[in-house]
C-alpha cells in the first residue's frame, strides 16, 4: 500500500444539475413510518433503560431525524446517479427508535458521566446509506460520488478506508454533516463482495462483542472474520482512495 491517494474527479455543474434533477423526480422515497410515542421510560434488554426525559429527547431526535433524511436521500440519489452507484439496502437508510435507544442507553450506562443529548449529538448512523459497485467501477465511483455529496456542501466529518487491512474488515465507510439540517448521516462504499461479507460476519461480529462470550470464543470468531473478508478482491486503487477535497464555495442548492 502506498502513502499515496486517489483525488476526486473535477465534477461539473451541468452533471450535478442532472444528477439531482433526476432526483429529485424519484424523490426521496417514501417516509419511514413514525414509531409510536413511549409513555414514559423505555426498557431494552441486558437491564438497559431510559428514564421518562431521555426518552422524550431520544423521540425527538428520531423526528428531527426523519425530517432531514429527506433532503439527504436527494443528495444521496443524486450522487448515486451521478456515479453509476447501486443504492443498496434503502429501506434500513433510518435506524430503528429501538435501535436508537438501545444505542444511548447503552452509551449512558457505560459512561454515566455523559448526558443524553451529548450522546445524541455525536452519533453517526441514525441515518446511513451503501452505495455499491461492480470491482472495475469501484474506485472511480467512489472518487464521483464523495465529489457530488461534498460539492453540494456536505461536510465530511469521517474516512475509514480499509481496503489496505492485512487482516478484518475491507470496505470504505464515511461520515458526513448535511448543510442545512446539520444532521449526521454515514455512506459506507462496497463492491457485492465486501457488502456480503459484512452481511455474513455481522452476526458473528454481535456474537464476539457479547460480554458472555469467552476470550476463545471470541479468538475463533475473529478468526472466522478475518477469512472472510480475506477472500474479497481488493478493486485496483481502492486502498488509496482519500477524502474529497472540499471546494471553495459549495454549488447553490436546489430546493428539495
Same mark, same amino acid.
Given at each position: ?10 465534477? *461539473? &455543474? ?30 431494552? %434488554? *441486558? *437491564? ?21 433524511? &429527506?433532503?439527504?436521500?436527494?443528495? #444521496? ?24 435507544? &438501545? ?6 450506562? %457505560? ?53 489496505? &487491512? ?33 452481511? #455474513?460476519?455481522?452476526?458473528?461480529? %454481535? ?12 479468538? %475463533? ?15 485496483? *486503487? ?19
Amino acid at each position: 500500500m502506498t502513502n499515496s491517494t486517489t483525488t476526486a474527479p473535477t465534477i *461539473g &455543474r451541468g452533471l450535478l444539475t442532472a444528477a439531482l434533477a433526476t432526483a429529485l423526480a424519484l424523490g426521496a422515497g417514501p417516509a419511514a413510518a413514525a414509531a409510536p410515542g413511549d409513555a414514559g421510560g423505555w426498557k431494552g %434488554e *441486558g *437491564g438497559l433503560t431510559l428514564n421518562a426525559a431521555d426518552n422524550a429527547k431520544v423521540d425527538t431526535y428520531v423526528d428531527r431525524t426523519k425530517e432531514a433524511e &429527506r433532503s439527504i436521500t436527494v443528495d #444521496v440519489r443524486a450522487a448515486a446517479l451521478a456515479s453509476g452507484a447501486e443504492l443498496v439496502g434503502f429501506e434500513h437508510r433510518l435506524k430503528s427508535p429501538d435501535s436508537l435507544k &438501545r444505542k444511548v442507553a447503552t452509551s449512558l450506562k %457505560e459512561h454515566p458521566e455523559q448526558n443524553v443529548q451529548g450522546v445524541l449529538a455525536r452519533l453517526s448512523d441514525a441515518v446511513r446509506y451503501t452505495l455499491q459497485w461492480q470491482d472495475a467501477a469501484y474506485t472511480d465511483g467512489v472518487a464521483t460520488a464523495s465529489a457530488v455529496l461534498s460539492a453540494w456542501g456536505n461536510d465530511n466529518t469521517k474516512w475509514s478506508n480499509t481496503w489496505g &487491512r492485512s487482516s478484518g474488515y475491507k470496505g470504505l465507510n464515511t461520515g458526513w454533516r448535511a448543510p442545512r439540517s446539520g444532521q449526521l448521516f454515514e455512506v459506507q462504499f462496497h463492491t457485492p463482495a465486501s457488502k456480503h461479507a459484512q452481511e #455474513v460476519t455481522h452476526l458473528l461480529y %454481535e456474537e464476539q462483542r457479547l460480554p458472555s462470550t469467552t476470550p476463545a470464543r471470541k479468538k %475463533e470468531l475473529q478468526a472466522r472474520q478475518d477469512a472472510m473478508f480475506a477472500a474479497v478482491p481488493v478493486p485496483q *486503487g481502492a486502498d488509496r482512495l482519500g477524502p474529497p477535497v472540499s471546494p471553495a464555495a459549495p454549488l447553490p442548492a436546489l430546493t428539495h
